[in-house]
C-alpha cells in the first residue's frame, strides 16, 4: 500500500529561502574590494586622422578621428605584468580647447583581461571597469591614471594605474 507523503508548500519555502539567506550571508563575508596598482610605460600610439585632415602636427583632433594605443605595464616592483590596449575616438570638434575623447580599453593580465571605458580630457583619467575574463569575470569597479610629473618618455609620460574592483 502507498502512503502519501505531504509537505505544505510553505515549509518549502521557508526551508529555501533560510538557504538563501545563509549562502548570501556567507558571500557577504567573503566578498571584498580589491586594489590592483600598477604602471603604464613605453607607449605606441597611433593617430587616426580621417578626413578633413588635421591642419598641423600640434591641431587638435576633430570629429572622427581617433586614436589607438598599447603600453608596457609594470607591477609596483617594476616587473612585467601585462599590456595595456586602448582605442578612443573623438565625437566632435573641440578647437584649440582640446578635445575629449571616447576610450575602450583592456589590461591583459596574467589572470585574464579587465575591460574599462573612459572618458579622455586631461592627464588624470578616471573611468569605469565593465568587465572582465579569466579570474576576473564580471569585473566591475573604477580606475584611475595618473601621469608622473617630470618622468618623460619618447612616447609621453608613464602613467601610475590603479584599478578598483568592486565585491
Known sequence: MRRKITIPAGSVIVALGGAGILALAGQAQTNATSTIKLVTKNCSRKLIDVPPRSRGRNSPPGAGDGTAASCRVLDTAGRRAGVLDAACVFPKDTG?????????????????????????????????????????????????????????????????????LLP
Open 96 to 164: 584649440r580647447g582640446g578635445a575629449a575623447g571616447l576610450c575602450d580599453g583592456a589590461y591583459a593580465l596574467a589572470g585574464g583581461d579587465i575591460h574599462f571605458v573612459v572618458r579622455v580630457k586631461s592627464e588624470r583619467v578616471t573611468g569605469a571597469v565593465v568587465g572582465g575574463t579569466g579570474s576576473y569575470v564580471g569585473a566591475r569597479g573604477i580606475f584611475t591614471s595618473i601621469e608622473r610629473p617630470g618622468d618623460q618618455e619618447r612616447n609621453g609620460s608613464p602613467k601610475d594605474d590603479t584599478i578598483t
